[in-house]
Structures are given as structure tokens and as C-alpha cells.
């Protein structure tokens, strides 16, 4: 798989910090990347990603509490924006939370994967080595 892009843009979610360095070394050979809020990783949409991983809850900025469910489904509202970018749309997107299963029918909508915390470091490896293969669009 060399020469593949294997660079992951990961959304934190509120709390996220204790655990970030445990999912840096499980994920090392992904080169990821950390975001402290959305419009910290929306500036960064074009830079190459292979893969975004977003969470439900983050800080809305530079979304409003409506848009985001009170705050709750900050990573669904991102998504729309990867999807409308034209260099971004067809990324594999990661819904990675533990309040995933409060939002079901947005979920469905959106048709993006979820890995529901908490989850082991071979669970998130194996999800997205997934991602990475899928075929692109051409």
C-alpha cells in the first residue's frame, strides 16, 4: 500500500484529549490528523485527506446551536459541508460517538458509517482500512 494517501482528518469530540495520543499510536501508520473544532478542520478540507473522522457532539463553531441540535450533531453538519466541496465529496466520511444512537433517522439520511463508543483500537483500525479500500468514484 505504499504511495497510497492514508491521512485522516479526526474532528475531537468534546472530552476527546485523554484519549487522542492512544488514537495517534493506534493509528501512526494513518498519519492523522487533530482538529479542535470544525472550523479549525474546515480550513484544512482541501489539504489531501484519505478520510474525516467526525464525531456527534464538538464545539459548534462556526455553526449555530440550531444547526447542530443544541450541539449534539455537530459531526452530521460538517459532513454536509465535506459533501458540497467539490475536491472533498467523495471522501469516506467516519461518524465515530457514543450519542450516535440518539440520532438514528439523521444518521440514515446521511448514509455514513458509524463506529458507536466505546470501541477497541483493533475495531477502529479494521473500520477504517475499510473506508480506505472502498473503491473512489472516478
Known amino acids: 500500500m505504499s504511495g497510497t494517501n492514508r491521512r485522516i482528518a479526526w474532528l475531537k469530540e468534546d472530552g476527546d484529549d485523554p484519549v487522542i495520543e492512544g488514537y495517534r499510536l493506534v493509528l501512526s501508520d494513518y498519519k492523522p490528523d487533530f482538529f479542535s473544532t470544525p472550523a479549525e478542520l474546515l480550513e484544512h478540507l482541501n489539504d489531501g485527506y484519505a478520510l474525516f473522522v467526525l464525531p456527534m ?72 482500512g475499510a473506508l480506505l479500500q472502498q473503491p473512489r468514484k472516478p
Open 57 to 128: 457532539i464538538a464545539r459548534p463553531e462556526p455553526y449555530s446551536r440550531d444547526e447542530t441540535h443544541g450541539g449534539y450533531a455537530v459531526g452530521l453538519r460538517v459532513a454536509i459541508d465535506i459533501r458540497k466541496n467539490p475536491l472533498t465529496k467523495d471522501t469516506p466520511i467516519l461518524i465515530s460517538s457514543a450519542t450516535a444512537l440518539l440520532y438514528v433517522d439523521e444518521l440514515k439520511k446521511s448514509n455514513l458509517p458509524c463506529l458507536n463508543k466505546p470501541y477497541t483500537g483493533q475495531e477502529l483500525r479494521t473500520t477504517i
